[in-house]
């Protein structure tokens, strides 16, 4: 006997959903589907095992309350089609017991527990790698899934991916290698509006592998040859958190976030737990196009760096990086793309919160990276030994960089031998100012570097911290051995080398206070000291001091006047006649002309004073 089902002639319990036999009897004789009016009822079963046991036919639908079990949120809705209509992956197409396939019915996203991921598996990248390869939108649900290998996502031209978990705290993944690599083809179509090409967040990732540095996401090749709107954003990630293991590899630190030729990104919301101050909570390599890219909300702890950058990279704005316990806070070893407009920064820090523990580390180390802004809303802490608040040097030759800079740069802790703002070769154009204190050295400029000026002072001293300086002139500074120490200053025609604005008194008692030790300057030619813009004294080289302006200044006044002088000879006027000293008599030894005196300091009462008439070494006589 065969029951045709039309409308709800039979009911789910008649069908027997559940385990055991799924085809039951009623009244002794045996039910058997044969096909269900897709306009009505749909039948349904708990898993996706009961739905292969039943002996469904074509062109019906099935509904399943979950995968392995009811809610466990990989239920689906599946149109029972023929043998060989597609390749069972577990979720797009599944094979049945009786050789049909059941088809899945997806909506505009799928998600990964309809693929079988599940908690209770022992590795589930086969069916996240489904998910992935069948659907460009995938969404995991709340639960820790194990993943052994790597998920990769090969993007066409013209293909949007997402990739959304429940939140960090909801949705984990314990992997053994990287997690999730998507590639994207070069040369992607332009964006049109405020759309995306990639979007992942919302999940948590640690690694099972102790040998291992876990990446979480890994975006590659993402950079279009066309114009792209503003609003437009080839990379969304956000809410990531991770914590790798405490392995270390040199070829590669490992990053939760990694971008490789990534021309335009949006990060935001990025937890990253480090090892040994292993890892980097996020990676930038190799860029390409003269485009932006936002950092936004990064917390990351005991990590190699929060922020590494390698490449030509334009626009890489950071802000709220709280990097505790680091060997740096922010590594950008980068360098000019071609094209890139005159003045437009290239890296900007605001609201950061960076403490470095590791021996020779930076909050900001900076290599070839041609304008920086690092505003004052960031508070630099140098905790280690040889450690640097802001470390900035140029290894392009061709390049000119510039650091404005009104952090405040502490070391709470007394480190030794540490450097507030370290200026290395090539770096010019350069404001520094906010709070520098308890540093070894405030400001170093190392032997051998050049602070090269063009036009403009190289070096600008300021201070916009009311609370420290109401003159708002130079950099509050507390306690350092050495304030600034200059190796070398290549100078230009028509320039200034270093500029110090002191117009208003920053300590007791004078606008430059040093405690103790000597003051050095060193120049390779003239050294022009200035009042009100005119040039009023040189040092030369030969270290003959002199007055610009002949017979125009004087060296003390009546009621200023030195205590002790001390000199060999004095010239008078013209320089023709001497004052001099010495023993024994001056005739034919001292050269002298007429009108010069001579004070001999072992004559007697009528041989002390000499007077010289003429010219030569003769004509001098006793008074």
């Avoid at 509904?63 to 392995?68: D, P």
């Avoid at 690599?181 to 690694?207: D, H, R, W």
């Avoid at 000199?567 to 013209?574: A, E, L, M, R």
């Amino acid at each position: 006997m065969t029951i045709k089902i039309t409308k709800q002639l039979a009911t789910m319990e008649d069908l027997a959903i559940g385990t055991g036999t799924v085809v039951q009897e009623r009244n002794g004789v045996p039910l058997t589907l044969t096909k269900i009016d897709l306009n009505s009822r749909i039948s349904r079963v708990k898993s996706v095992a009961d739905m292969k046991a039943l002996p469904v036919v074509l062109d019906s639908a099935i509904q399943t309350l979950g995968y392995y079990s009811s809610g466990d949120g990989g239920g689906n809705t599946y149109e029972i089609v023929a043998a060989g209509s597609g390749t069972d992956d577990g979720g797009s197409f599944i094979d049945l017991d009786n050789g049909l396939q059941a088809k899945g019915i997806f909506s505009y996203e799928v998600s990964i527990a309809q693929f079988g991921a599940s908690s209770n598996s022992l590795d589930v990248t086969s069916s996240i790698q489904n998910a992935v390869n069948y659907s460009d939108y995938v969404a995991a649900p709340a639960g820790n899934f194990t993943v052994l290998g790597t998920v990769t996502k090969q993007c066409a031209e013209g293909v949007d991916f997402s990739f959304i978990g429940a939140g960090p705290e909801a949705t984990n993944f314990l992997c053994s290698s990287n997690f999730l690599q998507v590639n994207f083809e070069s040369n992607s179509p332009n964006l049109v509006g405020n759309s995306s090409l990639a979007k992942i967040k919302g999940f948590a990732c640690e690694t099972a592998n102790p040998n291992f540095n876990l990446t979480a996401v890994s975006v590659d090749n993402v950079n279009s040859l066309g114009t792209q709107p503003v609003a437009s954003t080839f990379v969304n990630i956000s809410d990531i958190s991770g914590t790798p293991s405490a392995s270390f590899s040199e070829e590669g630190w490992g990053a939760l976030i990694k971008l490789t030729n990534v021309s335009k990104s949006r990060i935001d919301n990025i937890s990253f737990i480090g090892q040994n101050f292993r890892g980097n909570a996020i990676e930038l390599l190799g860029f390409a196009s003269p485009v932006d890219n936002v950092i936004t909300r990064v917390n990351c702890q005991s990590a190699r760096a929060g922020v590494h950058v390698v490449g030509e990279a334009e626009g890489v704005f950071i802000d709220h990086l709280v990097a505790v316990g680091m060997e740096y806070g922010v590594y950008y070893l980068g360098e000019s793309a071609p094209g890139v407009p005159t003045g437009v920064p290239l890296l900007i820090i605001s609201n950061s919160h960076i403490n470095v523990l590791v021996d020779g580390g930076a909050c900001v180390y900076t290599d070839s990276v041609v304008n920086q802004l690092i505003d004052s809303s960031n508070l630099f802490f140098v905790n280690a030994d040889n450690g640097f608040g802001i470390y900035s040097t140029l290894d392009q030759g061709s390049l000119n960089m510039g650091l404005i800079t009104y952090a405040s740069i502490k070391n709470p802790r007394s480190a030794i031998n540490t450097t507030g703002v370290y200026l290395g070769d090539g770096v010019r154009d350069t404001i520094i100012g906010g709070s520098i204190t308890e540093q070894e050295t405030a400001i170093r400029i190392p032997p051998g570097a050049y602070l090269e000026n063009r036009l403009s002072a190289d070096l600008v001293l300021r201070n916009n911290t009311q609370d420290y300086d109401p003159s708002g002139r130079l950099p509050h500074v507390v306690i350092n051995t050495t304030f600034l120490e200059v190796g070398r200053v290549k100078d230009s025609a028509a320039s200034r080398g270093i500029r110090f604005f002191l117009d208003e008194d920053t300590v007791s008692g004078g606008g430059m206070f040093i405690d103790s030790g000597a003051l050095t300057v060193e120049a390779d030619n003239v050294m022009n000291f200035k009042t009100n813009g005119i040039t009023r004294h040189q040092i030369f080289n030969n270290g003959d001091i002199r007055p610009f302006e002949d017979n125009a200044y004087a060296l003390g006044a009546p009621t200023e006047r030195y205590r002790t002088i001390f000199s060999d000879t004095f010239k008078v006027g013209n320089g023709v006649a001497t004052i001099s000293s010495g023993s024994g008599s001056p005739e034919g030894v001292i050269n002298a002309g007429g009108g010069s005196m001579y004070l001999r300091r072992d004559g007697t009462a009528s041989t002390t004073l000499y007077v010289k008439v003429g010219s030569g070494n003769t004509g001098w006589s006793a008074r």
